[in-house]
């Protein structure tokens, strides 16, 4: 295996598997909102497939070094922050320094949202066939999800969500989303991809 290959593979399992081993370290619960905005992501890149189950990690994920501290950004990343509130950025790095549980079946979607535990995670992709038994298990599912907690500005009609995907051993990506309110309803209106494999 080239050595290109071997850093992508590392770079996908410690994207997909980022803090599986912490649980969260303080007591919280996603609101209403949260859940809006996690549907809003699924149904934009999801919502006209034929997905029967979506798979999520039961806990929100870190956020990864490059975008949790505004003075790591990259040149790609500060474009896409400088659309995105100030107050925002600043709830969205306050609310994913611990972690919070995820109930996939706060999601509406054309889909059932699915939560797997870490102990779950690790179970079934950690062995050697893992993800072949997953997409067996899942065959419509796009792979294991994991999104951070969306930030919000003053107004909470601007956020901020990070998500990651994780499809199979050289299979994954992480993405930035920005989302506007708009008569009530959370739409994406800009996105960054971070990694993609």
Known sequence: MCAFRKWLLIAVVAISFNGLAQGPTQSQICNDDDYAIFGAVLNKLYGSTKIERMVLLDLTVDLPSNISSASLLPNKLLS????????????????NSSRSKVDGGKIRGPFLCLSLSTEEVKELVGRQDGWGIFHEKYPTAPGIIGFSLPGFNGEHDRAVLYMQI??????GGASLFSFSKDRGKWKVDGTVTILQS
């Open 80 to 95: 896409f922050f400088e659309e995105v509130p100030q107050d925002a950025q600043h709830d969205f790095r306050k609310r």
């Open 166 to 171: 994780s499809c199979g051993q050289l299979c």
